[in-house]
């Protein structure tokens, strides 16, 4: 088979995992497109910017992925005056549920008396009104949520909704200023008396959110997962530690607080269950981060000496934090950190910060013993100039509290349970559940449901919303966050909204009352960055938040409610309002934040973890350009620079060898590297100094969690990815789904070797190794609108696979495409140059350079975009500012999200020398004299350009040309 046939073949591959798979069943899946490992098949190892004159040379493929989606599970809770119509369906789920509940076999250990209300065996197979913990299958969810009630539910004059935010953290904000601005504007208010700088801890964990055990217990971007069973339990466990004999009790009315009160708290999880991060730690913990009290209009947060307040009172564990009120103590403050940012460690930050902080208050968990030495970092922010004086009362107000269950037998451990229950990974969270007890867990519905792949969609997800936004506001909160979701959509910000059914509303669910659980999942920073725009514009706007969870009710109101429901929507929640207002701060001061991070967590996070795929993939000289870019960008001292060349070229030699071609696992990479960082500290003070602190691993392999949705460490839903072979195996062509069509189109830029790969794989001899015909339209040649034409031929030979070679930019072509997916049962793949990008364009300058060096030595080209063009220059211009706005992850994340897979093109070597001076300023002078063109007169549309346009893309590909020769 010849190396096109292969590109294709592999192509198909992608979207069958198995030969019964249907088209539908394709669509109904959701992929998430994340930080590791990244979905997408790489044609062929890097193709070298010196040969770019080439416009694509076929290589064999090397690597395929298969995408999986497993959904999150949970569990009903049937009450005894449910609906007839939910009676039934909870009847018919009840014995299957209990067989497939029996099965699993828990490992727990010793009870300890403070669990004693842990729900037993019966409880959880349903017997008599202790169904509580029943599961659902997925086939009674579909029925029940998805062919019967969504579909049936229609939007009239009568249908209202009600959103109500159930889970959130502090909204994200991008300082748009530099770091050093930053720190200049934090001292000038510090220095006038305006404001206080607080600094926290950054303990490396992962952000958990619990709003009460019916509210619901929440990571990132998702729940019901072995990320939330994990963090319910040390909760937990922490209330035994703290209130021993009481803890029961106290479980039960903190419980009962948070639902009355409709509080959320928000946590930094540190376990070594999860995986790892920049130090393994030798206690399993919480830290609680945020205190939101959610009411029924904008989130709340409380002040860090309000947080200190409530957690003492809770006897939750609290953070380090300092207060720095002076210009000499705030200036202080940042020369320590820039003393000690490239060797400092938990003890000498934490003494530091002590002799120069107005006020110091020691987190409840010390960090050195809960943790470790490796400290990732500090969080610096602007707070009202007030803040000293509240944190001095509540501190003389609410002592440290006793820890009454130090000396008690409290049960078996985090580690000890996932230990014991390694089979899957339900057992390890039913085992989790059971052990926590009734007061945090009182049924597991949210972790046994959703089981089925149909169990949730993209096309539920996009119905509920569509729904809500149709539908009348019931109140002042949903009309807000009406109008945030309104936004984004129109906007096409790269977020995803996930729509669930809420279990816990099971017995008010009825064919015109329907609960929903809202994920709002963004999937990059850019969007925060271009949501704050959107603020600065509209001010009554509700911030974008990280971790946002909404309860969603779509319901029909008689003429009386509605009488009712108008007289009260009007009303504004004034109580609501912002700290920052509150405390007299600009938003602008208000919002001033800065991260601190430190070189020896950096380390073994971003040089060596984030860093495993290139070295085991493109090799160590990859790597090594890979490094020295990091620390580049990092500012890291020319000497440290060079001794940790030296430790990771060491590093790359040693792990190399002894894995050979199989890749080191990222979720437990310190088990290698750890020991290699020991002995190469022993070597020398110099060395022990390099890497901070090393010889206290945590063995985590025999109690890791068992994590079978492949989510990353932030508990996002992550799509699973199996390596293939390097070529398709013999029975490769027997699973390739050829009764299915397939569209293989280019979100690319002119000059991106689209119309040679097509060349390729038309003329490939024996085609593309099945019984499908190829066919091919090519963009320059077509008169008239060229997709219309695209899904014509589509409908007319729907077996057959479709090259499109035309540039696919822009989201409407994209949708375009999947409509023709979805009216001729077809399948899609964007392939795409490779390319850095930057951050608001997933293209960077140099692949742009390759695109325009290519386009200018073309001759006689059909599109009449060559040499010979007099606005080339523009027109590149033009094409790489339709991709504005999005970073290259965003970018790549839709296009998965979208289509399910990404195929990508080599375009640049990862060790290249960097693009020349002389070439990039001619680069950045086109791009800005086109967003300055754009801005003043607007697109030119229709090949209509004006003279000055003209003359900008003659000089722009002149100068180009030029720089390219001489250099």
Not at 340 to 367: N, R
Not at 692 to 714: C, H
């Amino acid at each position: 088979m010849s190396a096109p046939q292969r590109i294709l073949c592999t192509l198909a591959l992608t979207f069958s995992s198995c030969s019964q798979c249907s088209s539908s069943t394709f669509k109904s899946r959701t992929f998430l497109f994340l930080r590791s490992p990244p979905p997408y098949i790489t044609l062929a190892r890097s193709l070298a910017f010196t040969s770019s004159s080439s416009l694509f040379q076929p290589i064999m493929p090397y690597n395929q992925r298969r995408g999986k989606h497993r959904d999150q599970r949970g569990k009903e809770k049937p009450k005894t005056d449910m609906s007839s119509a939910t009676d039934s369906a909870s009847a018919a789920v009840a014995e299957a549920v209990s067989s497939r509940m029996s099965g699993l076999n828990i490992a727990s250990g010793s009870t300890a008396v403070e669990v004693e209300n842990a729900p037993t065996d019966e409880m959880v197979q349903g017997n008599g009104v202790e169904t509580a913990a029943a599961q659902i299958t997925s086939a009674g969810l579909s029925k029940l949520f998805r062919g019967n009630l969504l579909e049936n539910f229609t939007v009239d004059n009568s249908t209202y909704s009600l959103a109500q935010i159930r889970a959130t953290f502090y909204p994200k904000f991008e300082n748009e200023k530099s770091d050093q601005e930053v720190r200049t504007r934090m001292i000038e208010m510090v220095s006038k008396g305006l404001a206080t700088v607080e600094v926290s801890l950054k303990h490396s964990g992962s952000l958990f959110m619990y709003a009460g055990h019916e509210g619901g217990a929440y990571a990132k971007n998702s729940f019901g997962n072995i990320y939330t069973a994990v963090g319910v339990f040390v909760l937990g466990r922490m209330f035994r530690e703290a209130w021993g004999t009481q803890a029961a009790k106290k479980q039960a009315e903190f419980n009962d607080f948070l639902e009355r009160n409709r509080i959320c708290i928000s946590m930094e999880l540190v376990t070594a269950v999860l995986g790892d991060h920049g130090q393994r730690p030798q206690e399993d913990y919480v830290v609680v981060t945020a205190v939101t009290e959610l009411g029924n209009g904008k989130p709340k947060f409380y002040s860090t000496p309000e947080i200190i307040a409530f957690c003492r009172k809770w006897r939750l564990p609290t953070n380090h934090v300092w207060l720095f009120t002076t210009r000499k103590s705030v200036t202080s403050f940042f020369a320590a950190y820039d003393a000690l940012c490239e060797e400092g460690t938990a003890t000498t930050v934490c003494k530091a910060l002590d002799e120069v902080a107005d006020i110091s208050v020691s987190g409840s968990k010390d960090h050195i013993k809960v943790q470790g030495e490796i400290l990732e970092g500090l969080v610096a922010r602007i707070v009202s100039q007030e803040s000293s004086k509240h944190m001095e009362k509540v501190l003389e107000e609410f002592p440290p509290p006793p820890a009454e269950g130090a000396g008690l037998d409290l049960g078996p451990s985090l580690r000890e349970i996932c230990s014991a229950n390694r089979s899957d990974e339900k057992q390890q969270i039913k085992a989790l559940l059971q052990s926590v007890g009734t007061s945090f867990c009182p049924n597991y519905t949210d972790w046994f449901v959703k089981e089925g792949g149909e169990a949730h969609s993209r096309d539920a997800d996009r119905t509920v919303v569509s729904k809500i936004l149709q539908s009348h506001p019931a109140d002042y909160s949903t009309t807000k966050l009406q109008e945030m979701l309104r936004l984004m959509r129109e906007k096409r910000f790269p977020a995803a909204f996930k729509c669930y059914p809420n279990f816990h509303k099971i017995d008010s669910i009825s064919r015109d009352n329907l609960f929903y659980k809202m994920v709002i999942h963004v999937h990059g920073d850019s969007a925060f960055r271009r949501y704050q725009k959107e603020m600065r514009y509209k001010p009554e706007l509700w911030p974008l938040y990280r971790g946002f969870f909404i309860d969603i009710n779509l319901f029909k109101a008689n003429k009386e409610r509605a009488t009712e429901i108008g007289k009260s929507s009007n009303i504004v929640e004034h109580s609501s309002s912002s700290t920052s207002a509150k405390d007299g701060l600009a938003d602008e001061d208000a919002n001033l934040m800065i991260k601190l991070k430190f070189l020896t967590y950096k380390l073994r996070t971003f040089l060596i973890r984030n860093g495993l795929s290139i070295l085991f993939k493109e090799g160590p000289a990859a790597y090594k350009a890979y490094y020295l870019r990091q620390m580049k960008t990092w500012g890291t001292s020319t000497g440290k620079q060079r001794e940790l060349s030296k430790m990771l070229d060491e590093w790359a030699v040693f792990i190399r060898r002894k894995y050979g071609h199989k890749q080191l696992s990222q979720s437990t990479f310190l088990s290698e590297a750890e020991p290699f960082l020991e002995q190469y500290a022993k070597r020398s003070p110099q060395n022990q100094t390099l890497i901070g602190s090393a010889g206290n691993l945590v063995i985590a392999e025999d109690f890791l969690a068992i994590v079978e949705g492949g989510m990353d460490e932030e508990g996002h839903l992550e799509t699973e990815w199996e390596l293939a072979p390097s070529s398709p195996s013999p029975s490769a062509k027997d699973i390739v789904p050829k009764k299915e069509g397939l569209i293989v189109f280019f979100p690319g830029i002119p000059g991106c070797a689209k119309s040679a790969l097509c060349k390729e794989l038309l003329n490939a001899p024996g085609g593309l190794g099945d019984d499908r015909p190829i066919n091919s339209l090519m963009g320059d040649l077509i008169k008239g609108r060229y997709w219309p034409k695209v899904a014509d031929e589509c409908k007319r030979k729907p077996y057959s696979i479709m090259l499109a070679d035309k540039n696919a930019p822009n989201v409407e072509v994209w949708r375009q495409i999947e409509d023709m997916c979805r009216s001729t049962r077809a399948s899609a793949v964007p392939v795409v140059s490779d390319s850095e990008g930057t951050d608001s364009n997933p293209f960077s300058l140099d692949a742009l350079s390759v695109f325009m060096f290519r386009v200018l030595q073309r001759v006689n080209h059909p599109g009449n975009l060559d040499k010979a063009s007099p606005n080339a220059g523009y027109v590149l211009l033009m094409f790489y500012h339709l991709y504005e706005g999005k970073s290259r992850k965003e970018f790549e994340g839709e296009l998965v999200e979208r289509f399910g897979s990404l195929v990508k093109m080599p375009l640049l070597k990862s060790d290249r020398s960097p693009l020349p001076d002389p070439v990039q300023s001619i680069l950045e002078e086109g791009v800005n004299l086109y967003q300055l063109h754009t801005t003043r007169h607007g697109r030119v549309y229709q090949g209509i350009l004006c003279k000055g346009v003209v003359q900008m893309g003659k000089t722009i590909a002149g100068g180009f040309n030029q720089q390219c020769r001489l250099s």
